[in-house]
């Protein structure tokens, strides 16, 4: 039988709580997990069910939300989040990733975060999720992954400034964020030869050195030798060529030099079916694409779509890795 998914409550100022609970309504059962926070966060008249063990949530989600409850010292307002707050948030991602290694739970699901808040309330030190997450797995090195029915796309690198990305961006990392991507899409989604696109650093992939030299430098270089290594890889390609119909068709993912370069063309194509997974670590992660959106929490308006989808695509991972 599959373990159920843990969810994370992320920043109980913002939307995460509203959404898990729209989710739990909308998916009517048929993802089980449970929602690691405070039932305080929750929207008015969420049905609950308090559980002490995730051997409970399938009995339990017949009543209510299951809900593993890690009271917040604060008094978080929608929209406004408390400094006191940050500590539990952080606490709870943690809490939940030692629930996955322990085998109770077969993946997380982590409802967003605010860094800012996180910062100014706890000196969080990391830029994102993706950098704790690794961080708490000891794994070596994550890589952010959006996907959808429509499109898959990875960073190289994330949450840094644009002016940072050429001197970030190295051979090691690029080599590496590859090579993890490969790994996980055969093992994890289950492709056998991996289709990856890359994207060049600089306008149409430097135009032979007239934009930019780093493709002609050590990128081009670099994808040659991992294609006599057996990758199936594509690139450097100019970005502004790689994401109409035609093109997604001849690729299973892309690989993008920074973040905007990637997650641009994810959310114009598919904005609310957007999926974060983490690839690289020894347990299953997903988010939904989108963050806490303070400007409409509390107002009952929020879409769970982006919750929903990753929950399920949580689960499905977790089916795969079950029957192997």
């Known amino acids: 039988m599959i373990k159920p998914i843990v969810v994370s409550c992320g920043e109980p100022a913002g939307v995460g709580p509203e959404v898990t609970a729209k989710a739990y309504a909308l998916l009517a059962g048929a993802v089980p997990f449970t929602y690691v926070g405070d039932p305080r966060h929750l929207p008015a008249g969420t049905p609950v069910s308090l559980i002490e063990d995730l051997s409970e949530v399938a009995r339990a989600m017949r009543h209510g939300l299951p809900i593993l409850r890690h009271d917040f010292p604060g008094n978080s307002v929608e ?23 322990t085998g109770a739970a077969s993946g997380l699901c982590t409802a967003p975060i605010h860094k800012k808040a996180l910062k100014d309330g706890a000196q969080f030190a990391y830029p994102g999720h993706t950098e704790y997450l690794q961080d708490l797995a000891k794994s070596g090195h994550a890589v952010m992954m959006l996907a959808s029915d429509q499109l898959r ?103 993008c030099m920074y973040h905007d370069q990637a997650l641009i063309p994810i959310k114009t194509l598919d904005f609310d079916r957007g999926v974060n997974v983490t690839l690289g670590l020894p347990f299953i992660r997903t988010s939904p694409d989108h963050g806490t959106a303070f400007d409409i929490a509390g107002k009952g308006i929020a879409n769970p779509t982006s919750m929903i989808e990753a929950l399920k695509l949580a689960y499905r991972l977790a089916h795969k890795q079950a029957a192997e």
């Open 153 to 255: 796309v990875v960073p190289a690198t994330i949450h840094i400034s644009l002016t940072d990305v050429p001197t970030a961006l190295t051979s090691e990392l690029l080599r590496k964020t590859i090579t993890i991507t490969d790994a996980d899409l055969r093992t994890r989604f289950g492709i056998d030869a991996p289709r990856i696109a890359v994207a060049g650093l600089n306008p149409h992939a430097g135009e032979g050195g007239s934009m930019g030299t780093e493709e002609l430098d050590w990128i081009a270089n670099l994808l040659d030798d991992m294609r006599s290594e057996g990758f199936h890889l594509t690139g450097p390609l100019p970005a502004d060529t790689m994401f109409h119909a035609a093109a997604r068709a001849r690729y299973d993912v892309a690989v």
């Open 79 to 101: 929209g406004k989040p408390d400094p006191m707050d940050a500590q539990a948030v952080i606490d709870i991602i943690a809490r939940c990733v030692n629930i996955v290694k």
